[in-house]
């Protein structure tokens, strides 16, 4: 008999308890082994605690054993994962870029969509459609007390990234004279991916270091690095705080999230009572995060198309049910109008 993590969430007690029942429902991976019709999901770190969750609620909803339920494997640890009866085992995609791939290498018999925090690339298949889920928003973060300053240009983090500018008084000569270490997360990451771009997309110099897992306070790299400079979600790390979703291992360690200098007159602040910004999420740090699925499936009228559409179509349960909205929002994103809409 099929199991699910949790029960449905009563509307009425969403607006004081969601955060904290929230973070003892939702599951890391599935408790056991998806059936073969389940819709199955890999790739983005940013998303991944958010699906958990809403396949919790989600699969409460369904009386019928037999319908396809909703499951997403997270992006760590490494190693091979089987994601659902009789299905190829593949490698455990870590990201966005890896959770496409795996989509396009494989048949809804393995992968059924791909968890992306960054939109479509010159080098996606035409045949993948990008569902909107969700708005979010990328900035930088650095360790709490350090020598960085509250807040940096875009022009600024491209010369850090691109290691012309190497020490903190090249920004202000009265911040301490100390080298700046930039830091990105694994190469399939969407939130690196979209954060570069944001930037400018520098050339990146021999200064970068490239490892940590996105989101990712805790790393050894990040923990204590009072020079460091890494991309992080908005709405992960309010997920992690003020969502009370942290753990151990995802957690925002000592890092801080900072700002985006504009102009004298203009400085984006990414959160704002416990919620991201309108102007940061409208501005060129603010995003879309998608599911990506095959057209050939979202758009097929057979009943794994259907559920598709039943669960991150417009009309869908995550588009329109209270619960899903609510999880989203204690999860740190902003639900969007464009949720549901095929890119």
Known sequence: MRKTAAKLLAVAALATSLATVAAGTSVADPASLPNSQDIVGVGSDTTQAVLNQLSTDYNATLTDPNAPHLYSWDAIPTGTITT???????????????????????TSATVDFARSSRARQATDPATDDFIALAKDAVTWSAVNGGHAPAKLSAAQLNAIYACTTTNWT??????????????????????????????????????????PQENEGVDPLLLNDVDAVF???????????????????????????RNIYVSPTLTLVPVTNNVITTNFANSSFGRVVYNVVRDAEWTATDAHGTALRAIFGPDGWICNDAVANADLKSYGFLPTPACGTAY
Do not use: E, W
């Open 84 to 106: 659902k009866s009789g299905a190829t085992p593949i490698t455990r995609p870590n990201g966005s870029g890896a959770g496409i791939t795996a989509l396009n290498g494989n």
């Open 170 to 211: 090249q920004i202000d000569p009265t911040l301490p004279s100390a080298t700046i270490h930039p830091i990105l997360p694994q190469a399939a990451s969407g939130t690196r991916s979209f954060f570069l771009g944001a930037i400018g997309n520098p050339t990146l110099g021999s200064c970068v270091v490239t490892g």
């Open 231 to 257: 991309p992080y979600s908005v709405a992960h790390y309010l997920g992690q705080t003020v969502g009370g979703h942290s753990t151990p291992a995802d957690s925002v360690g000592n890092l801080t999230l």
